[in-house]
């Protein structure tokens, strides 16, 4: 058995447990959550993304911008259960992978413990799936595009013993369904183990930085696209009745372990991201309402002159809590 079913299986066996631990009747109180009514736009430039232009050139070697732009409703549901509620159950996406651009939908269940610490484990089926180029070098045709499944489990020990220290360790694998790389060293089937750790230091009552550090190890079928990914990443939040604004930049170092047969090199990558969400609560008579913005930056910077790429996103919503 693989570590992904045996990951799926021990997942679906803590939520299964928890849920039959429910006997009794739910009551409104037990649950809450938020409804966000969402709209998206991206610009890339990178040669991967599949919203721009399929023809490379044989000249330029490089593709054209692409604009992406997408209206979707989102949002989380949690059910919290126990006789002190210390249990809850959870479906929908996160405002802490929003907050840094990541859209993911996710279930899971989360434990606070007696010591403080809460412990959470989760499935996500959609952090991995999407669509790349069934041959991104590409250069004498245009390039056609192909499906990537896949899907990750995380598990997350969060203000360890009081000490606002927080794990965040997950496994994340990713199947691409036709994969005409014209080499074996280029197959991008893969499997991820990432580990991160964070440390909150609190600037006052209302504010504060959360500094983490990571760790991944991509381990891809292909050897020119297997590697390891320090990052370094800070976060400044403050949070009022009427407001709320984080600010998160963070820096990230790839080296890869085998020379990519096409550029006769291996590949070295230095990535920034710089992103700020804001989120305004005080509507007037529209209780539990709230308007978020978000916008950031991605950048990639790599020694093989096809890799390095820049992305913008802006997003804003209309959300409603209860």
Known sequence: MNATKMS???????????????????EWDQLSGEILFATLYTHSDSN??????????KKSNRGDYGDKAIFTPLGNLNFDFGAD?????????????????????EFGYQKQLDSGTTVDVAYLPTVIPGEVWTNPYEIDESRT??????????????????????????YAYADVEEDNVPS???????????????????????????YGLSYTFHDAYGKANKHKRYGFARSYFFVSSSYAVAITGNYAHSDYRADNPIFDQSRTDNSYRLFIAYEYKDLGSWENWSIATFTGTRKNHSNIDFFTHREWLVSASLNYAF
């Open 8 to 26: 799926l299986i021990a997942l679906t066996a803590i939520l299964t447990a928890s849920v039959t631990a429910t006997v009794h009747a739910v």
């Open 48 to 57: 991967l993304y599949t919203e721009g232009n399929p023809n490379l050139g």
């Open 85 to 105: 509620r210390t249990h809850r159950l959870y479906v929908g996406t996160s405002r802490d992978d929003l907050s840094v651009g990541t859209l993911a939908f």
């Open 145 to 170: 595009k192909t499906d990537v499944d896949g899907g990750a489990v995380r598990m997350k020990l969060s203000n360890l013993s009081q000490t606002n220290i927080s794990l965040d360790m997950a």
């Open 184 to 210: 074996q060293l280029l197959e991008r089937d893969s499997q991820a183990y990432f580990i991160k750790a964070q440390y909150l230091s609190m600037l006052s009552r209302q504010s504060g930085i959360n």
